[in-house]
């Protein structure tokens, strides 16, 4: 019998403590009746306190991916996570994208791991952005995710925004290529955060929170991986941000720090 | 609250299409109260059919490693499985374990992937057995769980041995210092596949099941990881052994093929 499954590609980094990267995105979709494939971005060392390393894959993601292309179904999406790549070698992935683009596909730009050695500038985070919106094609539904600190870097963003201005914001991110802006993590009355579900005229926030003094490692993976998951279920873009804010909210209270370690990871189930 | 959920640490290689390795290991083992944190020992690239490319990973296994071990629990295992590095790596890597060993750990020997580029010779695969081996500390429990070809390559044994000559054949591999064997795929009567668990004075018929035409891909990780996983929940060595190839069993009806390929692979859950 030949399956044809939805199939979710991870494009993650490798974080061995097992907190965030490809094993949160793979411990979150192997939830959902898909196929997973990964296509590595990143190999790092880290303890679930700190990002010591952060290495290129040793296999080019492009040519992974084209061994993967001809065994794809129909109906898959495409979940990117840390890109330690160089310019050249994303232009070179998202080339292999172009001849089977994925209909959904999510990224969670990520400036630097929250403790540790750095990754990227401002300036080169939006040359990604640049990179992979320009790739979208207008049958396909690609969608940034953003905490508050990589949307200041990519927008003229400032904490102050009120909703509307959100969208004034967003419109450089959507003159890139992508569909909409999922933003988490802004800030709303007092102790509450606040994510918003952005287009090109609507910003509906998705749901209010309490900020917790400590924020577990894997949210953010947590959410885009389960946004994946449900749309490739047939859920649009903002019930399956909606739905994976749901999960999130259960799986908060599974959090737990390892022996050893300080911070707090999210929970498995 | 600290966690000290029993940890697994998957020393794997990544085949991207989720048959089989690290993605294989992590469907696995995610099914269990576990923690599970991984340090890649391969990159690969291949379709689910054939294997075009075998890396070294960009990370040495024994650093990112030496990053974990403050933060394992006391009660920790390890699953060996493709292991592209150097005998000096590897030396490395067993002398990090070395420092603080699991208690448990299995290695499913892999000489070279079913379809593809090769990767090790009978000897440079003997030489990794006693690198292994000669790292265990007597109170703990380190499975070898070769195929037969893998038996093979390690030891004396030929085609038409008997249970009891199996056990002679497998002294060289207690010799090295490895507690168990578990040969899977030996050939029992006709068209049945029969596995053992062999331990220095017994040799033990764990199941015995029709030789099906096509094999899917990922059963030896699939045992490797479940037995892992019951090991670190308290069953004895034999007993994981038999619930893993249980569980396999009712797992093979799941077997698909992708579509563009022609080899099945194993499904999840």
Redesign the interface.
């Known amino acids: 019998?030949?399956?044809?499954?939805p199939t979710a590609v991870c494009f993650s980094g490798?974080d061995?403590?097992?907190g965030a990267g490809?094993?949160r995105d793979?411990?979150t979709l192997?939830d959902h009746p898909l196929?997973?494939?990964?296509?590595?971005t990143s190999?790092?060392?880290?303890?679930?306190?700190e990002c010591?390393?952060i290495?290129?894959?040793?296999?080019a993601p492009a040519?992974?991916?084209s061994?993967?292309a001809?065994?794809?179904?129909?109906t898959w999406g495409a979940k990117l996570g840390l890109l330690a790549i160089s310019a050249d070698e994303l232009s070179r992935l998202m080339g292999e994208l172009a001849h089977l683009p994925p209909r959904y596909l999510i990224w969670d730009p990520i400036l630097n791991p929250s403790q540790g050695v750095g990754l990227h500038s401002n300036g080169s985070l939006l040359d990604m952005a640049k990179q992979i919106g320009s790739a979208r094609r207008s049958d396909c539904d690609w969608v940034i995710s953003p905490n508050w600190i990589e949307f200041k870097a990519l927008t003229s963003a400032t904490d102050s925004m009120e909703p509307k201005d959100l969208i004034n914001a967003s419109r450089s991110i959507f003159n890139l290529g992508f569909s909409c802006l999922w933003l988490k993590g802004g800030h709303g009355m007092g102790e509450s955060i606040r994510d918003y579900w952005i287009t090109n005229n609507d910003c509906v926030a998705i749901a209010t929170h309490e900020r917790n003094p400590v924020k577990p490692r894997g949210t953010g993976c947590f959410l885009s991986s389960s946004w994946l998951a449900y749309r490739l279920q047939g859920l649009n873009g903002l019930e399956s941000a909606r739905q994976a804010t749901d999960d999130l909210q259960k799986l908060w209270s599974t959090s737990?720090?390892?022996?050893?370690?300080t911070r707090p990871i999210l929970?498995?189930r």
Do not use: N, R, W
């Open positions: 019998m030949v399956t044809h499954k490798l061995p403590s097992g490809l094993l793979l411990s192997y196929h997973v494939m990964a296509v590595l190999e790092t060392v880290q303890s679930s306190d010591f390393e290495k290129s894959p040793a296999c040519t992974t991916f061994k993967l001809p065994i794809l179904p129909g737990d720090v390892l022996p050893g370690g929970g498995l």
